[in-house]
């Protein structure tokens, strides 16, 4: 039973590191197999199909990106602490995994019926997270602690800081000529710039 665990495992993690890299279009079922070290058939098998392969892995990665900046709202702490986690966390989660950005962008723009997947994946579940960020936020604007924003605007003001410095990473080495390992110590200053710029651009407005 472990053996058919591991190889079931072992495709999917071939599958993973093949559709990330190429896309689905040009990843052939040939390729996983030959990756995951089995034939062609096993992966029929397991998946039945290319399609249903990758949605069970487009599904995973929805999940943990949308979930490394929704899921943290439990903790018993203020507001912008709190926030300061999700921004962390939602960074560390793309710097795990620094292609699911450009992977989720190619997909979504050659099929733009995987949102529907997208949407069984997540459920209701963001709709209610970011409900409850929203309550959270618009307490501390009614306490003054903090300006007047939509939780829309935050939400896209923390994807938009996060995504960007994986997604211009090659455009950025080349302007600056930064190497990469350098350029792996940059992106540790990067992730407290980005929860100081969060930050920051929250304080409330000083009137003149």
């Given at each position: 039973?472990?053996?058919?665990?591991?190889?079931?495992?072992?495709?999917?993690?071939?599958?993973?590191?093949?559709f990330?890299?190429?896309?689905?279009?040009?990843?052939?079922?040939?390729?996983i197999?030959?990756e995951?070290g089995?034939?062609?058939?096993?992966?029929?098998?397991?998946f039945?199909?290319?399609?249903?392969?990758?949605?069970?892995i487009?599904?995973?990665?929805?999940?943990f990106?949308?979930?490394a900046?929704?899921?943290?709202?439990?903790?018993?702490l203020?507001f912008?602490?709190?926030?300061?986690?999700?921004?962390?966390?939602?960074?560390?989660?793309?710097?795990s995994?620094?292609?699911?950005?450009?992977?989720?962008?190619?997909?979504?723009?050659?099929?733009?019926?995987?949102?529907?997947?997208i949407?069984?994946?997540?459920?209701?579940?963001?709709?209610?997270?970011?409900?409850?960020?929203?309550?959270?936020?618009n307490?501390?604007?009614?306490?003054?602690?903090?300006?007047?924003?939509s939780?829309?605007?935050?939400?896209?003001?923390i994807?938009?800081?996060?995504?960007?410095?994986?997604?211009?990473?090659?455009?950025?080495k080349?302007?600056?000529?930064?190497?990469e390992?350098d350029?792996?110590?940059?992106l540790?200053?990067?992730?407290?710039?980005?929860?100081?710029i969060?930050?920051?651009?929250?304080?409330?407005?000083?009137?003149?």
């Amino acid at each position: 039973m472990s053996e058919v665990v591991n190889m079931e495992q072992t495709i999917l993690e071939s599958a993973t590191e093949l559709f990330l890299k190429k896309g689905f279009k040009a990843t052939s079922t040939t390729e996983i197999a030959k990756e995951a070290g089995c034939n062609q058939a096993l992966v029929h098998y397991y998946f039945r199909t290319k399609d249903r392969l990758f949605e069970a892995i487009f599904q995973q990665k929805v999940k943990f990106f949308v979930g490394a900046l929704l899921d943290i709202g439990k903790e018993e702490l203020p507001f912008l602490e709190k926030l300061e986690k999700k921004v962390i966390s939602h960074f560390e989660a793309i710097e795990s995994n620094p292609r699911l950005p450009l992977f989720f962008l190619n997909e979504l723009s050659a099929n733009p019926n995987r949102i529907d997947t997208i949407k069984q994946a997540v459920g209701n579940l963001p709709q209610q997270a970011v409900h409850q960020l929203e309550k959270e936020l618009n307490s501390d604007i009614e306490k003054g602690a903090i300006r007047p924003v939509s939780v829309r605007d935050l939400l896209m003001s923390i994807v938009s800081l996060n995504i960007m410095a994986f997604m211009g990473a090659p455009m950025f080495k080349v302007m600056t000529g930064i190497s990469e390992e350098d350029y792996q110590k940059f992106l540790n200053q990067r992730k407290m710039e980005n929860v100081r710029i969060i930050l920051k651009s929250l304080e409330p407005e000083v009137e003149s």
